[in-house]
């Protein structure tokens, strides 16, 4: 017994040692942007839930670009970021319809469940329709996003300068079968698609169909940094976080065995690559790195995927790091 204390001290120290990034660098690499919804309208989180209209909820606007359209996915490109994030909703006529929310009464002129609405009907649309930033004195988007719903195939003839981050906002498996038939009859598009997440069923059904596919659900992320958590002290990488895309809220990104240097460099090693999103706090939404101070708080190198829904003002602030 008198042994226990020095055996505990020595178990603890190598455990650190196991673990502390204070003596294992960075693996090589530089930060990569994920650009949510390309360049788009931005608008405060506070008190959001699914069913909040947030195209009437907009900071007044600094420029003309809405989400989800080519031109908005060719600026956040043009600024910096190497990933551009995308929804999807398969439609009646087997279009990928490229567009955020579920129904159509927020943004656009238009009525009814995206999903359920043909893509010729779709492409007719004023997507900027519902955009406001006075509580509805003015709309300064009607009228100018007339047309301006892409299909899939749409953005994929744009050649994209970079791959697209896919979401399925479904829960339906034929959205992962018909994006896996979509990709497979035209090989030369499978190479800008970064991978997929979202909805279970359509993730796994894509992920099954596309062998070397990343892609995450809120199951399997779970599954990850909770696995990871009881392993990761003995540098063990489980299962569900290998060959994946694996999503770390960054407030809770200290918990992780090895974090950051140790972690990335198992994480590489797994064939996975890691986002660091904004910080969870139970909500709905997608909270991105979207501050100077998160930026700040970023590890001194990072070279991962940095999720961000303010790519216009985070790309300069990553590019400006020491």
């Known amino acids: 017994m008198k042994n226990t204390p020095i055996f505990l001290l020595g178990l603890a120290l190598l455990v650190w040692s196991f673990n502390s990034s204070l003596i294992a660098s960075a693996p090589d690499g530089e930060a990569n942007l994920?650009?949510?919804?390309?360049?788009?309208?931005?608008?405060?989180?506070?008190?959001?839930?699914?069913?909040?209209?947030?195209?009437?909820?907009?900071?007044?606007?600094?420029?003309?670009?809405?989400?989800?359209?080519?031109?908005?996915?060719?600026?956040?490109?043009?600024?910096?970021?190497?990933?551009?994030?995308?929804?999807?909703?398969?439609?009646?006529?087997?279009?990928?319809?490229?567009?955020?929310?579920?129904?159509?009464?927020?943004?656009?002129?238009?009525?009814?469940?995206?999903?359920?609405?043909?893509?010729?009907?779709?492409?007719?649309?004023?997507?900027?329709?519902?955009?406001?930033?006075?509580?509805?004195?003015?709309?300064?988007?009607?009228?100018?996003?007339?047309?301006?719903?892409?299909?899939?195939?749409?953005?994929?003839?744009?050649?994209?300068?970079?791959?697209?981050?896919?979401?399925?906002?479904?829960?339906?498996?034929?959205?992962?079968?018909?994006?896996?038939?979509?990709?497979?009859?035209?090989?030369a598009w499978r190479g800008k698609v970064f991978g997929v997440y979202g909805g279970g069923e359509p993730t796994d059904a894509a992920l099954a169909a596309l062998p070397g596919l990343k892609g995450y659900t809120r199951t399997s992320a779970k599954d990850c940094l909770l696995h990871y958590l009881a392993t990761g002290w003995i540098g063990y990488v489980p299962e569900a976080c290998r060959n994946t895309l694996v999503p770390v809220p960054s407030n809770y990104a200290w918990l992780l065995w090895g974090w950051p240097n140790r972690f990335m460099t198992r994480m590489r090693d797994a064939g996975s690559d890691v986002i660091l999103v904004g910080p969870y706090s139970g909500g709905g939404g997608s909270a991105g790195i979207d501050t100077a101070e998160q930026v700040e708080d970023l590890p001194e190198h990072f070279p991962g995927y940095i999720w961000t829904n303010r790519i216009l003002e985070i790309g300069p602030a990553i590019k400006a790091r020491p």
């Not at 699914?50 to 600094?62: E, M």
């Not at 929804?87 to 927020?106: E, G, M, N, Q, S």
């Not at 892409?150 to 953005?155: N, S, V």
């Open 34 to 187: 994920l650009a949510h919804r390309g360049v788009h309208q931005t608008f405060g989180r506070e008190e959001l839930d699914n069913d909040t209209c947030t195209a009437a909820l907009i900071d007044p606007p600094t420029h003309d670009y809405l989400e989800n359209t080519v031109a908005g996915m060719q600026a956040a490109f043009a600024a910096g970021a190497a990933v551009v994030e995308i929804d999807v909703h398969l439609t009646p006529d087997k279009k990928f319809a490229v567009f955020h929310d579920w129904t159509l009464d927020c943004r656009t002129n238009g009525q009814g469940v995206t999903e359920e609405t043909d893509s010729a009907v779709l492409k007719k649309l004023d997507i900027g329709y519902g955009y406001t930033a006075d509580g509805g004195k003015t709309y300064p988007f009607r009228g100018k996003g007339v047309g301006q719903m892409p299909m899939l195939e749409d953005i994929f003839a744009a050649n994209p300068a970079g791959p697209l981050l896919i979401n399925f906002k479904s829960r339906r498996a034929e959205e992962g079968e018909a994006l896996a038939a979509l990709l497979n009859a035209n090989p």
